[in-house]
Nanobody, 130 residues
């Protein structure tokens, strides 16, 4: 059973930074898509950043390009999301997700659709005040 635990959320002011972490356990597939999603109240869940673990190819939502960076530490089984120049519209619950069956792999990286990911963390709240 795959288990994901996020940490690192919090409250910051506009322009600040946060780094989210997601520690994963319980799977053996080495090549997989891992992703950060976020969901604000009343909005659909958005695929913020994705990474294919075997080659490191990353994908980002247009709303975070140039500000957020997804990375991994394979030795620690940990996924990160470095968030810089945060804006109030970044306020949301952030979730770590992983696919274990190859469904999220697409040409050029990993899918942004949450239906392609089958394991999820409990989420960590990020609040950005103006």
């Amino acid at each position: 059973q795959v288990h994901l635990v996020e940490s690192g959320g919090g409250s910051v002011q506009t322009g600040g930074s946060l780094r989210l972490s997601c520690t994963a356990s319980g799977y053996t597939r080495t090549s997989k898509c891992m992703a950060w999603f976020r969901q604000a109240p009343g909005k659909e869940r958005e695929g913020v950043a994705r990474i294919y673990t075997s080659d490191g190819i990353t994908n980002y939502a247009d709303s975070v390009k140039g500000r957020f960076t997804i990375s991994q530490d394979s030795a620690k089984n940990t996924l990160y999301l470095q968030m810089n120049r945060l804006k109030p519209e970044d306020t949301a619950m952030y979730y770590c997700a992983v696919e274990s069956q190859g469904r999220a792999r697409i040409a050029g990286g990993c899918s942004r659709f949450d239906s392609n990911y089958n394991y999820w963390g409990q989420g960590t709240q990020v609040t950005v005040s103006s």
